[in-house]
């Protein structure tokens, strides 16, 4: 059985960083695409960033040049670099993985952006 953990998150100040992780256990097809979505009080579910298991990335627009997605392999571990947060980066994240027609979701983490 699949498991994600996310951890990481927390309360930050305007401008400031965090790095979200998601950590994989079970078995997971291959290759796979890894994601971070969120979702703010209110609104839907969005897409922050994607990666391939070949290291194409793709972002939100909203986020280009201050989030930076990655995935540690051996470790099965996947990353979210966040910086320069603002207060609409305020959501609860979530990891997922889609393989071989499956889909597995992590149980979010929230992030605060907040003085």
């Known amino acids: 059985q699949v498991q994600l953990v996310e951890s990481g998150g927390g309360l930050v100040q305007p401008g400031g960083s965090l790095r979200l992780s998601c950590a994989a256990s079970?078995?997971?097809?291959?290759?796979?695409?890894r994601a971070w979505y969120r979702q703010a009080t209110g609104k839907q579910r969005e897409l922050v960033a994607a990666i391939t298991s070949g290291g194409i990335t793709n972002y939100a627009d909203v986020v280009k040049g201050r989030f930076t997605i990655s995935r540690d392999n051996a470790k099965n571990t996947l990353y979210l670099q966040m910086s320069s947060l603002k207060s609409e980066d305020t959501a609860v994240y979530y990891c997922?993985?889609?393989?071989?027609?499956?889909?597995?979701w992590g149980q979010g983490t929230q992030v605060t952006v907040s003085s």
């Open positions: 079970g078995r997971i097809g291959s290759p796979n695409t």
């Open positions: 997922q993985i889609r393989a071989l027609g499956s889909t597995y």
